[in-house]
């Protein structure tokens, strides 16, 4: 079944089983009954009680099936059982300097049952994405560098935002031998995690594995000018990462043992988004609802470069003040926006532009042209709503370049009709006022020259992780 979004949406078709929330889907429902309805009222309304009950219990769709959070938890243990059975293998297989004949074929069934075990751990991993992501990793661990490849290159396209995806890619391509490919893999992780000292020592050591032959190919060269921004280091971890792997997930890293699987700390991974503004040489105002438990924040430069963002979780904000906040991208500039002075008059063609608060949802920019005048309630946006129903919040941009304000919509799924609120150039003043005048700090010693990003609104991502059964 298909759901079409409302008229004021990009004309582009979302297919229910590619949407994991039952909130996306109550978006959609409710911009259909807003808009040219693909579906008789009467069904509309039974799918909005449906779906209403399902985001009340917290149930996400995998496979087709509508899963709970108990549904999550029991997949974990199942995953966790079969993990431990399969270190009762491996230990199995190993620790006798000098094994029998008959010992050695005993290691060697003890191993081919672990090595299954794994790969029936998991299978049993309740969310696809993550679930490839697993099976990617057993088949690494088994020698199948093929199947690993073509898995975790499916994780990568998938959702190309997180870093741990193209790392598993770039390992199985070095066990392939493709070391070109590989070090692109290697250089698209540490450009999305480009202070983890881990990422750093991964593109290392990938070019010292690479053979001689290829110190001359576009990737070697591209490789070493990348790490030229560090400073030199020794050998680092090398000889203790041998034995385990640390993976690039999103907020902090996950050091795993080799022979077993990596214990994610997340039942699902979770990408928000909102359009963000400059609004400082290194700043860009943005949604703070979708910072709200966020690991990771990338902006989106361009239509191939993703920027890592310094973000702060918590905020200062008032209530009369608008739910926004501030982020710094320390390795590009912007052109700051001019600021709208005074209310917005008539002759100010205004427009709104938003995007779905939810990355499944779709990542087309909306643009909404608009009036702001004031009626009884404050300023309100004529023809309004300027946002459809799931979109974050929208910025507003006057034809001539200059930041008029914000316009905010209530995300509450239960609501037939959320409330919008617009906030004027003006109500930003305090916020703004909090923007760092000096450079941003990097996590890391690194040389860069910021680069400059060309125009006037981005799309910011969060990727969250999502866990079930605990606060």
């Keep these: 079944m298909l759901i079409s979004a409302s008229q004021a949406q990009p004309t582009r078709r979302v297919s229910m089983t590619d949407l994991a929330r039952p909130e996306s889907m109550i978006y959609f429902l409710l911009r259909s009954r807003a808009g040219h309805a693909t579906m008789p009222r009467a069904e509309t309304e039974q799918n909005l009680r449906l779906y209403r009950a399902y985001a009340h219990d917290h149930r996400r769709q ?7 959070p108990a549904d999550y938890q029991r997949q974990r243990k199942v995953f966790n059982q079969l993990c431990r059975e399969a270190k009762n293998h491996f230990r199995q297989a190993t620790g006798r300097r000098e094994p029998t004949h008959r010992q050695r074929l005993e ?19 309740a969310d696809p994405l993550l679930r490839s992501f697993l099976l990617a990793e057993a088949a690494r661990q088994t020698g199948d560098f093929g199947q690993a490849e073509n898995l975790f290159a499916r994780c990568a396209r998938e959702e190309p935002r997180a870093a741990a995806f193209h790392q598993g890619q770039a390992m199985a391509l070095m066990g392939l031998k493709r070391y070109s490919e590989a070090l692109r893999a290697y250089m698209r992780a540490l450009a999305l995690k480009p202070d983890s000292r881990e990422a750093v020592e991964m593109l290392q050591q990938a070019l010292r594995d690479a053979p001689g032959s290829d110190i001359e190919t576009p990737a070697f060269r591209e490789a070493r000018e990348m790490l030229s921004a560090y400073p030199e280091r020794g050998g680092g971890n090398i000889g203790r990462v041998a034995a385990t792997t640390t993976w690039l997930l999103p907020g902090k890293t996950l050091r795993c043992k080799n022979d077993t699987l990596p214990d994610l700390p997340m039942d699902r991974l979770i990408v928000q988004q909102a359009v963000g503004t400059p609004v400082a040489e290194h700043t860009l105002l943005v949604d703070e609802r979708i910072l709200a438990d966020a ?11 993703l920027a890592p963002a310094a973000f702060r979780k918590s905020s200062r904000r008032k209530n009369n003040e608008p739910p926004m906040s501030l ?9 700051p926006l001019p600021m709208l002075r005074g209310d917005p008059k008539n002759d100010d063609a205004v427009t709104a532009q938003a995007v779905n608060v939810f990355a499944e949802m779709g990542n087309d920019v909306h643009r909404q042209p608009v009036q702001v005048r004031t009626d009884q309630n404050g300023y309100v946006t004529d023809p309004g709503p ?15 370049g200059k930041l008029a304000g914000v316009v905010v919509r209530n995300l ?15 109500d930003l003043t305090p916020l703004l006022k909090r923007i760092r005048k000096s450079s941003p700090r990097r996590r890391t010693k690194r040389t860069v020259t910021p680069q400059p990003a060309a125009g006037n609104v981005f799309i910011v991502y969060t990727l969250k992780r999502e866990r079930f059964g605990e606060k």
């Design 327 to 335: 982020i710094t991208v320390p390795d590009y500039t912007f052109t």
């Design 412 to 426: 509450d799924v239960m609501a037939d009709s959320p409330a919008e609120a617009v906030y004027t150039a003006e």
């Design 295 to 305: 690991d990771e924040v990338l902006v989106q430069i361009d239509s191939k470069t």
């Design 386 to 400: 300027a946002l459809a129903e799931g979109e974050s919040a929208g910025i507003l941009l006057t034809d001539k």
């Design 107 to 125: 290691q060697s069934r003890h191993r081919a049952a672990g090595q299954a075990k794994l790969r029936q751990a998991a299978g049993a991993w």
């Design 62 to 68: 995998a496979d087709g099936r509508w899963l709970r």
